[in-house]
């Protein structure tokens, strides 16, 4: 039996804890991952590309539990009423191959992006940052909101979307948190939202090389927390950003981010850090108050294992697991026939069981 | 809502079918998917190797449907009570993303190796076979016999396992399948269960080079269906009957074939056929009773999105589906929030409920 937890589960889980504890226990455990960097059999993801979106496999092991988070990113679902991103994923012993935990990953991936980005944050913004742009106010934006809030002491939230209603949403959901400190600023620009921030997160859904924000719009000492760039041909920052002099990119995994993040537009010698050496002290998130630093996140399987190992680690704490029959119990292991011989050699004893089934000898003959 | 099979669902919809029949159905449909090959993604797998085993994911697509397999492979695990190979997967709609079906695969893994193993064999092995040497009398084995019983007419099975109890259970299930045109014959040694065989199966678990098979058991016009070795230094065959001049070597796909095959042991610009090509008539699976055939199985992704895709017209034939909550179900496709902000916001309003859960405000404010 696997240990599960699907919808209900992670609003359990994540309802005992609150979300914004949730958040930032998770990007503590992201955190201890990161700094055992070494550890860790680390690949560029798997993705195949259609012409609506990509589907992506992101395994990886610490040589004890192994992971793999699916997910997919369809941008012209929500036209249809479904969500752009649905994920779900596994956690594994390794020492056996066997799987401990099935869960789902589509709100846990909004959580795990958000305590990322402000686990990021912390060690790139100005310790004083208080403003923050938001924009893009879609499925990701109530978590990235909460999770700047709590971990960064961000205060005010200003607001943009082409869409109109998903900001009315976010603004709605925001006031609804009723945190007294909490101040929500819908624009009607990016360029208004973004004047004066001291953190600017963009997590659009446009699968181009879309321009989100432009060279005037960036000002010194700035972060850039570049979310919704993910995927070929998807970026959201004019290459002009990145290539400023006094600017400062980092990354999780630089294979990947060549591949998927904002750094695809610029070549391959183009000069970036990975987080993790910033963890270890062998580069600095942060040389001086005016530089602009940018944090190019396109997701690493590395978060998706804190995350959950984090959810196998809560379910246990708090719940009797719910547990599904997808990998079969075996008294000995080298009969797997057994469990289908038992269905097929018990007919012939009780043709009057009703049941529709058909022997193997039957079939044999007949066909 | 995903659609579920798990180890009951799969005893049921094989145990309506009979596995013969589901073996002989499947392996149609991987006929017809082997058929249109240039239509599907492909790449080698993905794999993570530890002391003791490997974890696979094993994605594929065309276009339409995407799929993928969780594999691993542990030999040592049966010392522990524990499977060999587990296995799981999902099929995917690619329009929009979304996972349509989760199914177990252990047991399926088992059906469509040995559906894909009589198939090749049809194309391979003389047409006047009837006798199989089957060494490997572990998990596998039940599949394999009654796959080239009921599709290739084999009458005599020749049995062989380093374990003693693993052939006896391999001869008990057999012999309860009650089948009077089914003979079994234990054997003392490898080279005793070969000699005469028109068929030689090889599907043994240990994880090294080993040799199964030697050059002086081979006689012309016997077909070789190679199935253990599967993995970088895992082979059964000794490399010799490869290189045999009457020797015809018909691999799945080609890339991965040259890291996990028996032709790991041979240069890469050694000659081998693509199955889909004998299909399409570009080659011949035989040329000659005389020729000696090796099918160097490994197993392709390919064969695991028929077996689901077959899996989910069965289920939905056959019952109606199980459904887990895998992945949300919203009204407002970019109010994901709105999944856990029922949870913590409805908490203030009803504090006698009993349930333990902390609201965010709380949280926010005392952390």
Redesign the interface.
């Known amino acids: 039996m696997v240990e599960?937890i699907?919808?209900?589960g992670?609003?359990?889980i994540?309802?005992?804890?609150?979300?914004?504890?949730f958040i930032?226990g998770l990007a503590a455990e992201i955190e201890t991952d990161y700094r055992r960097w070494g550890e860790f059999?680390k690949?560029a993801r798997?993705a195949?590309h259609?012409p609506?979106?990509?589907?992506e496999?992101m395994?990886?092991?610490d040589?004890e539990m192994?992971s793999?988070k699916?997910v997919?990113?369809?941008p012209k679902?929500?036209a249809?009423?479904?969500?752009?991103v649905?994920a779900?994923g596994?956690l594994?012993d390794?020492?056996?191959?066997?799987?401990l935990l099935?869960s789902?990953l589509?709100?846990t991936t909004?959580l795990r992006t958000a305590a990322m980005s402000a686990l990021a944050a912390r060690w790139m913004a100005r310790p004083d940052s208080r403003v923050m742009a938001l924009i893009g106010?879609?499925?990701?934006?109530?978590?990235q909101a909460?999770a700047f809030?709590?971990m960064l002491g961000i205060r005010e939230f200003r607001l943009y979307d082409v869409?109109g209603?998903?900001t009315e949403?976010l603004a709605r959901?925001l006031h609804?948190?009723?945190?007294r400190d909490l101040q929500v600023k819908p624009c009607r620009s990016a360029a208004e939202a973004v004047e004066g921030a001291d953190i600017v997160t963009t997590v659009t859904a446009d699968k181009c090389n879309a321009i989100i924000l432009t060279p005037e719009m960036i000002a010194p000492g700035m972060h850039l927390n570049a979310v919704g760039g993910d995927c070929p041909g998807k970026t959201e920052l004019h290459a002009d950003i990145l290539r400023r002099v006094d600017a400062r990119v980092i990354v999780e995994y630089e294979p990947q981010s060549r591949i998927e993040g904002e750094i695809q537009q610029l070549p391959a010698d183009f000069s970036v850090t990975e987080f993790t050496q910033v963890l270890s002290g062998v580069a600095t998130g942060r040389a001086s108050p005016a530089e602009v630093t940018i944090f190019d996140s396109v997701g690493f399987a590395l978060e998706d294992y804190s995350a959950l190992r984090y959810l196998y680690k809560l379910q246990r704490q708090q719940n009797q697991p719910r547990k599904?029959?997808?990998?079969?119990h075996?008294?000995?292991?080298?009969?797997?026939?057994?469990?289908?011989?038992?269905?097929?050699?018990r007919l012939?004893a009780t043709p009057s069981s009703g049941r529709?089934?058909?022997?193997?000898?039957?079939?044999?003959t007949s066909?």
């Open positions: 599960y699907g919808i209900e992670i609003q359990r994540v309802g005992r804890l609150g979300p914004a504890p930032e059999d690949s798997h195949i259609s609506g979106g990509v589907i496999l395994p990886t092991s040589g192994y793999f699916y997919n990113g369809h679902n929500t249809l009423g479904l969500l752009t649905t779900f596994v594994a390794v020492e056996t191959g066997y799987p099935l789902e589509t709100v909004a106010n879609g499925a990701q934006s109530e978590f909460i809030h709590h869409d209603h998903a949403k959901n609804a948190l009723g945190e599904i029959d997808l990998i079969p075996l008294d000995n292991p080298k009969n797997l026939f057994g469990l289908l011989g038992a269905n097929t050699t012939p529709p089934l058909r022997s193997l000898a039957v079939d044999l066909i």
